[in-house]
C-alpha cells in the first residue's frame, strides 16, 4: 500500500470520524440548532413556581401586570384566577420552537414582531428578566412568530400561548364569588319582598318553608341547590357606574348561607338588571356580573317547592 493511498485511508477515517461525533461536539460548541433555540428562546425556564412576575404589555391595551404576593397570584391589583395562572403555565411548558425563519431585522414588520406591533411578554425568575416579542400568527395552526427583545431572530414557535396573551384583565381575574363546601351548609335563606325563602337541613332532609307553607324538597332539588354555591362563579364585573347603581338599589335580594349552630357563611347582596344578575358579597369590594340560570335552582318557584301552580 503506497504513501498516497494511506493519506487518502486516513483522510477518510478522520471525516467518517467527524460526522460520527457531529451530536457530541456540536452540542459542546453549542452549535447545535437546539440547543440555540433553547438557550435564546428560554421559555422553559418559567414556571409557576420560580416566576415572581408577568408583564403583558401591547399597545393601545391596558398592561396586564401578574404577580405572586405572599404565594397569592395578582393581576393589577386584583385577585387572579388560579385556573387562568395554570392554564398560562401550562401553555409555557408545552411549546415547541418549530424553526428559525429570519435573522434579517427588516423582515419584522412582516412578522408583526416589533414592539409596535407585537406582544411584548416580560417574566421575572430570581434576578432573571427575559423579554420576548410574541408576533403574528404564523400560516400553520396553533402557531405564532417569537424572538428576545433586542435579537434579529425571528423563530416559528408551536402552541397556545399567543391566545392566553391576548386576554383582557377580566378573564385573568378571579370570578369565584363564594366557594363553600356543601357538607358543611346547614341553612340557606332568601330574604325578598316577594317570594322569601329559608331552607333547613336535617339530618340529611331539607325542609323549605315560604311564608306559611312548609314542604320536604326532594333530594335532586336540594343537591343542585346546594351545588349552586360550590362554587358560585360570576360572569364578569361591574364598573364603576353600575357600581353606583348597584349601592343604591332598593330592591335588591340577600342570600344568607349557614353553617352548624346557625354560624353565618356567607352573604350574597343581589340586583336584577337587564336580564342578568349584579352581585356583591358583604365584607368584599368586590361587585360581579352573574349569568341569569345560576340562580334558578335557588330562587325557587311554587310549583318547585310544593308542587302547586
Known amino acids: 500500500m503506497n504513501k498516497k493511498t494511506l493519506i487518502i485511508l486516513f483522510v477518510i477515517f478522520i471525516f467518517l470520524g467527524v460526522v460520527a461525533s457531529f451530536s457530541w461536539w456540536s452540542k459542546c460548541l453549542r452549535l447545535d440548532k437546539k440547543t440555540i433555540i433553547d438557550t435564546e428562546l428560554s421559555f422553559s425556564m418559567f414556571t409557576k413556581g420560580a416566576t415572581s412576575k408577568i408583564s403583558i404589555l401591547k399597545e393601545g391595551e391596558e398592561e396586564k401586570i401578574i404577580k405572586k404576593e405572599n404565594g397569592l397570584w395578582k393581576i393589577n391589583g386584583f385577585d387572579a384566577s388560579q385556573k387562568a395562572i395554570d392554564d398560562f403555565f401550562k401553555a409555557l411548558s408545552e411549546l415547541s420552537i418549530k424553526s428559525l425563519v429570519s435573522r434579517n431585522p427588516e423582515n419584522h414588520a412582516n412578522f408583526e414582531i416589533d414592539e409596535k406591533n407585537g406582544i411584548t411578554l416580560t417574566m421575572v425568575k430570581d434576578n432573571i428578566i427575559s423579554t420576548f416579542i410574541i408576533g403574528r400568527q404564523s400560516t400553520t395552526f396553533n402557531s405564532f412568530y417569537a424572538k428576545i427583545k433586542g435579537g434579529n431572530n425571528v423563530y416559528e414557535v408551536s402552541g397556545m400561548l399567543r391566545d392566553k396573551l391576548l386576554q383582557s384583565v377580566t378573564f385573568w381575574r378571579d370570578k369565584i364569588i363564594v366557594n363553600v363546601p356543601r357538607e358543611i351548609i346547614q341553612k340557606i335563606e332568601v330574604v325578598s319582598d316577594t317570594n322569601p325563602l329559608t331552607v333547613t ?67 350574597i347582596n343581589l340586583f336584577e338588571k337587564d336580564d342578568e344578575w349584579w352581585g356583591q358579597v358583604d365584607g368584599k369590594d368586590i361587585f360581579y356580573t352573574i349569568s341569569p340560570y345560576k340562580f334558578s335552582d335557588v330562587l325557587l318557584k311554587d310549583e318547585d317547592i310544593f308542587g302547586v301552580k
Open 201 to 267: 337541613k336535617n339530618k340529611d332532609i331539607w325542609t323549605a318553608k315560604r311564608f306559611d307553607k312548609t314542604a320536604i324538597l326532594d333530594e335532586a332539588t336540594a343537591n343542585r341547590l346546594i351545588a349552586t354555591f360550590n362554587p358560585l362563579e360570576a360572569s364578569g364585573f361591574l364598573n364603576e357606574e353600575k357600581q353606583k347603581e348597584f349601592q343604591n338599589a332598593k330592591d335588591k335580594i340577600i342570600i344568607f348561607i349557614y353553617g352548624s349552630d346557625n354560624k353565618p357563611l356567607a352573604e
